[in-house]
């Protein structure tokens, strides 16, 4: 099993890298080019900083047009975490308002930091939803996982979404076809970020 994980100069990598052979995959790339992307089996898009730098330095790099062929055209698993969830969406307010990957209808937009202390860091309760792949094998519900964010998505459409509530129902995570995403920080929550991206690795 190869993972890559996509490097466009702003994700947490290393504790990805770690996490990710801590359950068994020991063939781990950090790649930006198409060759490197393709030959994987499966892709995650990390993010770590603020949408307006990422998707430039996406673009800059042409990463969205590999994604789009490689992602969206030829299928291939994709697990976008926190800003590279949000990146898969279609826009988001953060530093003006720039368009996203536009793989999913969800739109990004700032806590409102009269209602709720921002950013929203810490465990929450994610309202899971079984029929995710993601999700198999999770009894309990809720389920806890970690998250350090200031924007959230929200969406009208079926994207196949599970919520977290602060301030109002936002998107923690969802599984659009091959393409899923996790608001909050697999790597970082412990139990329930391990049993997920195991379920990434052997269920998509
Ligand atoms: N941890 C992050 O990088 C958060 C992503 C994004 N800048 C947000 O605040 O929601």
Redesign the pocket.
């Known amino acids: 099993m190869k993972i890559a994980i996509v490097d466009y100069g702003m994700g947490n990598i290393r504790s990805i890298v770690s996490t990710l052979k801590y359950i068994g995959v020991e063939d781990v790339v950090l790649s930006s080019d198409f060759d490197t992307l393709n030959c994987a089996d499966k892709i995650i898009l990390p993010?770590?900083?603020?949408?307006g730098k990422a998707i430039t330095q996406i673009r800059e790099k042409n990463i969205d047009k590999y994604l789009n062929e490689i992602v969206v055209d030829n299928k291939k698993p994709l697990l976008g975490i926190?800003?590279g969830m949000?990146l898969l969406g279609m826009s988001s307010t953060?530093d003006g308002n720039n368009d996203g990957l536009g793989y999913v209808d969800g739109r990004v937009e700032k806590f409102d930091n009269s209602l709720v202390k921002v950013?929203h860091v810490g465990f929450n309760q994610v309202k899971i939803n079984n029929s995710l792949k993601m999700f198999e094998g999770f009894t309990e519900e809720p389920a806890d996982f970690y998250f350090?964010?200031?924007?959230r998505m929200t969406s009208n459409a079926d994207i196949n979404q599970c919520y977290c509530n602060y301030q109002d129902d936002f998107v923690a995570s969802f599984e659009f076809g091959n393409i899923a995403g996790a608001q909050f920080h697999p790597e970082l929550s412990q139990t329930n970020g391990l049993r997920l991206l195991k379920n990434f690795i052997d269920k998509f």
């Open positions: 993010g770590v900083g603020s949408f926190c800003l949000q953060e950013p350090t964010h200031s924007y």
